[in-house]
């Protein structure tokens, strides 16, 4: 079964870090980019970020540049989100896509 797996999300005070992971069963992430999104409650979701297939190219959001830095493992079939420096506006519900295949979201809280 193919599953995409976040994990990581969590409350956060204001200028705090997080790490997210997503780790996927059922399939090899080594011929996929992939992307992180995030929906906040009554917005659209956005992505923050991608990686390409070698991790060689990565790409940011303007909101996220210089904070967030994507990477993945291909190893652990793994891929990561450190967040650094976080915004209330960064509140949100995190998903990792890859292909067509959404995982189920982890939920980041910013807030003092």
């Known amino acids: 079964q193919l599953q995409l797996v976040e994990s990581g999300g969590g409350l956060v005070q204001p200028g705090g870090s997080l790490r997210l992971s997503c780790a996927a069963s059922g399939f090899t992430l080594d011929y996929y980019s992939i992307g992180w999104f995030r929906q906040a409650p009554g917005k659209e979701r956005e992505e923050v970020s991608c990686?390409?297939?070698?991790?060689?190219?990565?790409n940011y959001a303007d909101s996220v540049k210089g904070r967030f830095t994507i990477s993945r493992d291909n190893a652990k079939n793994t891929v990561y989100l450190q967040m650094n420096s976080l915004k209330p506006e960064d509140t949100a519900v995190y998903y990792c896509r890859v292909g067509v295949y959404w995982g189920q979201g982890t939920q980041v809280t910013v807030s003092s």
């Open positions: 990686i390409s297939v070698s991790g060689g190219s990565t």
